[in-house]
């Protein structure tokens, strides 16, 4: 007799959602800046200040521009970070903070080389060098962000102190990904635990808890980073095979992950690890968002601060905007702009989910801002 898969229970069936939008929030299209002919492959908010949430960055080429978002609808350039190697080329960023609480930018790419770029001084602060191929994604950690994980081609995660340089943990081995790594994420509460995806179709769950001491040690290590006793992590606490194809974008809800594939659709699960018998343990899929013409790979979702809203771009350069805790999924709003039909890589929703942005393939910035909303009054 064949067994069910996850979810596929009586009862236990995914909720889908509707591609018929609620119109419970109206968005109207307000601007459009280009910055140049190479594609922005990132976009972010900083949600690490009360100071700058309306300051977002982005990426594209050898280029890291910093952005205020004006209640007018206008954008602001702030400053400018330009690479000193004119082939690279920036896929991801991340904002993150030096332990006196200086903003700074995380960037890296095609180089597998970490830019850490001083917010204040608009200077480079530092360089890590570690990885042995490009990299495709960095995240910071919200309760501590001074320590961010940066994905890899090179099949590898590795989780830095931005403070003293110091490459601190490398999760890779014998339990680790077989191919490119292509997204990973922070537990937003349990400290120990990461999510990470990849070319290998799968998601891993790790946990750095027996490893805590090395980090807490890092922010005190006064010799050279180089002389760190680096750790390795082999083996994940689950690995999740919840897509059959590559996996490129995957992020907490609470205990729960949302991850996506060139399927078009991404899926909110619950992984159930045992934590005696790691690798061992099940999940449970529990809803699915849809997201027409969303089939090719490095197309990366994102989430105002509170998780309330999700937005989601696809190779027509349409956005999707999904309410993600209500059950099933609730489609917001479906955003367009006539002139906008390039792939959209990246978005990013501001704190309150006032305002949406998307960088595309053509280096354009797209903006969208929340009808009658408050802030929008002002």
């Not at 204040?120 to 990299?135: C, P, Q, R």
């Not at 890589?345 to 989910?353: C, H, I, K, L, Y």
Request: net charge negative; proline share 5%.
């Amino acid at each position: 007799m064949a067994k069910l898969g996850p979810g596929q229970g009586l009862g236990c069936e995914a909720a889908v959602g509707s591609l018929a939008p609620s119109r419970k929030r109206e968005y109207k299209a307000c601007n459009k800046l280009t910055e140049g002919k190479r594609p922005l492959y990132a976009i972010g908010f900083n949600f690490l200040d009360v100071r700058y949430y309306d300051v977002f960055a982005t990426v594209g080429g050898n280029r890291v521009t910093t952005y205020s978002c004006l209640k007018d609808g206008n954008f602001a350039i702030l400053q400018a970070y330009v690479d000193e190697d004119k082939d690279e080329s920036f896929y991801t960023l991340s904002w993150a903070c030096d332990l006196d609480g200086t903003p700074l930018l995380v960037a890296a790419g095609s180089n597998g080389i970490i830019r850490v770029i001083n917010c204040a001084t608009e200077k480079l602060l530092k360089t890590f060098v570690g990885h042995g191929d490009s990299i495709n994604e960095i995240r910071t950690q919200a309760l501590k962000p001074s320590l961010i994980i940066s994905a890899s081609k090179d099949e590898s995660v590795r989780l830095w102190n931005v403070h003293t340089g110091i490459c601190i943990l490398i999760f890779a081995g014998a339990g680790g990904h077989r191919n490119e790594v292509l997204s990973v994420d922070f537990h937003p509460s349990d400290i120990y635990r990461i999510a990470s995806c990849g070319m290998d179709n799968t998601v891993k769950i790790w946990s750095m808890k027996e490893f805590w001491p090395y980090v807490e040690q890092s922010f005190t290590w006064t010799d050279l980073p180089s002389k760190f006793p680096t750790k390795y992590v082999q083996f994940p606490v689950l690995i999740a095979v919840v897509h059959s194809n590559y996996v490129d974008c995957t992020r907490w809800l609470g205990d729960f992950v949302l991850s996506k594939s060139v399927d078009n659709e991404i899926v909110l699960w619950e992984p159930k690890t045992k934590e005696q018998s790691p690798g061992e343990g099940s999940i449970d899929i529990l809803q699915k968002y849809p997201v027409p013409e969303c089939d090719i790979w490095f197309i990366k979702f994102s989430c105002d601060f509170h998780f309330n809203q999700l937005a989601i771009g696809n190779r027509e350069g349409k956005v999707y905007v999904w309410e993600v805790q209500s059950s099933p999924p609730v489609l917001t709003a479906r955003l367009t702009n006539p002139q906008c039909k390039s792939a959209i890589r990246q978005t990013a929703v501001s704190f309150d989910g006032s305002t949406i942005l998307a960088c595309s393939e053509d280096g354009s910035i797209w903006r969208w801002d929340e009808v009658d909303h408050p802030s929008m009054k002002n």
